[in-house]
């Protein structure tokens, strides 16, 4: 079974600041895998989604950017933080239809 | 592209009844629908799927079913429990479209002793 791995859990950044999440998968090969965004009591926001290596798909403008260095490794990152990047940042990777969520991130910007 | 609707976008029940949560979608090429459960903090998690082929389809206390004429879905629950109490999402893909999933916006359900 797919077992989808983030870090770190839990991250505290100034406003400017870059960032780097990443987010690993194992027991699947060539998965798409995504990255949703979630604010304190809101809804899920699909920002990037990856079929394979190299291949990254935008879908909200933003100051954040994807990367798929390996088939099983995608990353989020940001050059300058701005406040309204907090949120719940979660990972998701699919097997066959379903989509499974890693533990998430919750970043706070200050 | 594809547009989810979930209602209500909030849900009391006092334990033992049932819930019923009803989301609507625009693309009649939607072939695979979901329900996450999310507690407080926690990833959301996947708790029943339903296929365009299928109709309806349980799960012990979970059911869903599906109107394809009229594009339509529902999460069923029933004799509800504390533990229930929890966002709920539903969302629908293409299966064509390399499985993106579009979501709801959230039921907040909340089971009263």
């Known amino acids: 079974s797919q077992t989808i791995h983030q870090w770190p859990a839990t991250l505290v950044q100034p406003v400017g600041s870059p960032l780097s999440l990443e987010c690993t998968v194992e027991g699947t090969s060539n998965p798409n895998l995504y990255w949703y965004r979630q604010a304190a009591g809101r809804g899920l926001q699909l920002l990037f989604y990856?079929?394979?290596?190299?291949?990254i798909s935008s879908e909200v403008p933003q100051n954040l950017s994807a990367s798929r260095p390996q088939d099983r490794q995608f990353i989020l990152s940001s050059k300058k933080l701005l406040l309204s990047d907090s949120g719940f940042y979660l990972c998701c990777g699919d097997s066959t239809d379903t989509q499974y969520f890693g533990p998430g991130t919750r970043l706070t910007v200050l | 592209g594809e547009n989810v609707e979930q209602h209500p976008s909030t849900l009391s029940v006092q334990e033992g009844d049932s819930a019923v949560i009803k989301c609507t979608y625009s693309?009649?090429?939607?072939?695979?629908f979901p329900w996450y459960k999310q507690e407080l903090g926690k990833r959301p998690q996947l708790i029943i799927d339903i296929r365009s082929n299928v109709g309806e389809k349980k799960d012990q206390r979970i059911a869903v079913t599906l109107n394809k004429t009229a594009k339509h879905f529902s999460l069923h629950i029933t004799e509800t429990q504390p533990e229930d109490s929890a966002v709920y999402f539903c969302a629908a893909s293409i299966k064509a479209a390399g499985n993106k999933l579009t979501f709801g916006g959230g039921t907040r359900v909340l089971v009263k002793p």
């Open positions: 990856s079929v394979g290596i190299g291949q």
């Open positions: 693309d009649s090429a939607s072939n695979y």
